[in-house]
């Protein structure tokens, strides 16, 4: 196994960590401001993808495909926020968990009910098509690399709008204590919608930007959704450093066991069993981690609360 | 307003009066309908000793079904195609014999829902309900990515497994070992709930401090509880699949943990019925919206946000006028 080869491999584990992280990050700003736990929101990010696919298959531009996924993500989510999630903030955790698989119902359903079962495809534009060569004679995907520093500078953005601008200060400030703030006359309810549509249209954008290198589908967002979740038990509930430490560590361990697990049984096994022993512990290896974190650290890595 | 066990005994006669009469009509399909919904009601059972006594809300309750279904599926395959596991020093041969599948489906769900539980357990609410989820995609990968045993095309069996002195071809003759499991896993809910195990475990949803304070340790408590849930669920699991003769991935689907939690909602948190009112519900809903559309899910969904934010103690609770326990 080449060099090249694993460095290649750890750049795929980066790219699919950061956009891990843009759903991660929407949902733990979410449960961190308004303590909600939110199932649908896979069904946004799915939303986002069909929404530029859509988009590009009438204009044929990319940008235009990433703004409407940002739009509609961010509206529908907004709406979602003002007519069913408001009402569950002080709801048990039991009944946001229903009223988000329900919309989950709903969502996933809905878009099969317009759409169609089949997929449909978003094609990579081709000013960001074809291979790249990196220092050291690597080729790779621009595409994918473009993932990567856009992913880097939404977090960037991230941390800039929460730790610089005044709209994150009254975030911070919700966080801690939501009366007071309302009390210091922050309109709180504005705000959370502001904080979901935020979230929203995160996982809107990661939706448009993976839809391009995979199908853009019903049932989509679920799987994402979920390791989204690992993500955050990992990062630790709320913060968004967890949140990205969490992603590129699960983006990292999914990609790289899937491909060197099998390679490392192949030294003690015959490569039969050993592909396929190797595949099945690659398929867990996450969770694994997540069970290790949690041993460790029973509220993530940087979590400060349960 | 109707009290509680008012409502209780005519659902249950309600189930075996539709089975005997779809027997004697010959509707078959009618009975299969109601041993589905009677095997769900019975995983939906066990969830709600853990979800309705211990507070515990489980997003991965289909870990247990599903290795309950495996169990029945891996055990049934070696039996009928000869070929006995090798494990190590140890040779399973398999078997078609009802009560060892039951048996192997209980023990194995009940030792993972002890590990899932030791480690989930260190967590409460949001952390609990995440961590539940993500065990049970693991299970689900797991077993897409072990093609041993079908990996993502499931694993069929030609015929139902025996029971001693039946034919369990014959549908209500199956019905009716499902439903006597039922039965039984009602009974010992509503013992447990009235034991002293299900009162400590009943307070320590409430108020974990003060059970601890009296010196009980809410963590064994919940443990406890969560481990025979997984037992629970994982019988219900070896018997569906016995249903279908078929076993897939599917049975480890978050789906399918969403919809056991949906049983227990339709019906009622914490009722000793919720679950049966639930799947009845759920089984019928299904068969009939499912025949006039094909997104039969739209409207479930648009069912369930209703029963939320306007019904919260579900059926029953419209029925008696009370919110079920408070989860």
């Not at chain 1, 739009?71 to 408001?86: L, P, S, T």
């Amino acid at each position: 196994m080449s060099a090249i080869l694993i460095i290649e491999q750890i750049l795929n584990g980066l790219q699919f960590g950061i956009m891990l992280f843009l759903m991660a990050a929407g949902l733990t700003l979410i449960f961190g401001v308004m303590g909600l736990i939110n199932l649908a929101h896979g069904s946004l990010y799915m939303i986002g993808a069909f929404a530029a696919a859509a988009t590009a298959g009438a204009t044929g531009s990319f940008l235009l495909a990433l703004v409407a996924a940002l739009a509609a993500a961010a509206i529908v989510g907004a709406i979602v926020e003002i007519v069913v999630i408001r009402r569950l903030y002080c709801a048990a955790h039991l009944d946001q968990v229903l009223a988000t698989f329900a919309l989950i119902l709903i969502f996933s359903e809905g878009t099969r009910w317009i759409f169609g079962s089949f997929p449909l495809f978003l094609d990579v534009p081709s000013y960001l098509s074809g291979p790249v060569s990196l220092p050291g004679g690597i080729q790779y995907s621009l595409y994918r690399l473009a993932l990567i520093v856009i992913g880097l500078l939404v977090a960037l953005g991230l941390w800039w709008l929460t730790a610089r601008t005044r709209l994150g200060i009254q975030i911070r400030a919700g966080e801690n204590d939501r009366e007071m703030i309302a009390a210091l006359g922050v309109d709180i309810s504005k705000l959370y919608t502001l904080v979901f549509a935020l979230g929203a249209a995160l996982a809107g954008l990661a939706g448009a930007l993976v839809g391009a290198i995979q199908s853009v589908q019903v049932g989509m967002g679920e799987p994402v959704l979920i390791l989204a979740f690992v993500v955050i038990v990992i990062g630790g509930i709320g913060s968004i450093k967890g949140a990205f430490i969490g992603s590129l560590l699960v983006g990292l361990t999914d990609t790289l066991g899937g491909i060197f697990l099998p390679e490392l049984f192949k030294l003690y096994m015959e490569p039969g069993a050993a592909s396929q022993t190797g595949s099945a512990l690659a398929s867990m290896a996450v969770y694994i981690l997540m069970s290790i974190v949690l041993v460790w650290r029973p509220t993530g890595l940087f979590g400060a609360r349960a | 307003m109707i009290q509680e066990r008012y409502i209780n005994a005519p659902v249950i006669a309600g189930f075996l009066l539709l089975a005997i009469w779809a027997h004697l009509a010959d509707e078959p399909f009618t009975i299969t309908l109601a041993t589905r919904a009677v095997l769900l009601a019975l995983a939906a059972v066990g969830l709600n000793i853990a979800l309705g006594i211990g507070g515990l809300v489980s997003l991965g309750h289909a870990v247990f079904f599903g290795l309950g279904g495996y169990a029945m599926g891996i055990l049934a395959y070696h039996a009928q195609s000869f070929s006995p596991l090798e494990l190590g020093s140890l040779t399973i041969v398999g078997t078609k014999s009802m009560p060892i599948i039951w048996l192997t489906a209980i023990l194995v769900s009940a030792l993972t829902a002890l590990l899932i539980g030791l480690i989930s357990l260190r967590t409460t609410g949001v952390y609990f309900i995440m961590i539940t989820l993500a065990f049970g995609q693991m299970f689900f990968f797991f077993s897409i990515s072990w093609s041993t045993y079908g990996g993502e095309d499931g694993l069929s069996i030609w015929v139902r497994n025996d029971f001693p002195g039946l034919n369990t071809l014959v549908p209500i003759q199956f019905f009716g070992i499902c439903f006597l499991s039922l039965c039984l896993a009602l009974i010992l809910h509503s013992r447990l709930r009235a034991s002293p195990f299900g009162l400590a475990l009943n307070a320590a949803r409430q108020v974990p401090q003060r059970v601890e304070t009296v010196g009980l340790n809410p963590m064994r408590l919940k443990l406890l509880a969560f481990v025979i849930s997984g037992a629970v669920t994982g019988l219900a699991g070896a018997l569906f699949a016995d249903l279908n003769r078929f076993v897939s991935p599917t049975m480890f689907s978050w789906q399918l943990s969403g919809e056991l939690i949906v049983l227990i909602i339709i019906g009622g948190v914490g009722r000793l019925m919720g679950p049966v009112i639930g799947a009845a519900l759920f089984v019928t809903l299904e068969h009939v919206l499912g025949d006039m559309t094909d997104f039969w899910h739209v409207w479930l969904g648009v069912i369930l946000l209703l029963i939320v934010l306007f019904a919260r103690g579900g059926v029953i609770g419209l029925l008696t006028g009370k919110a079920g326990p408070h989860v």
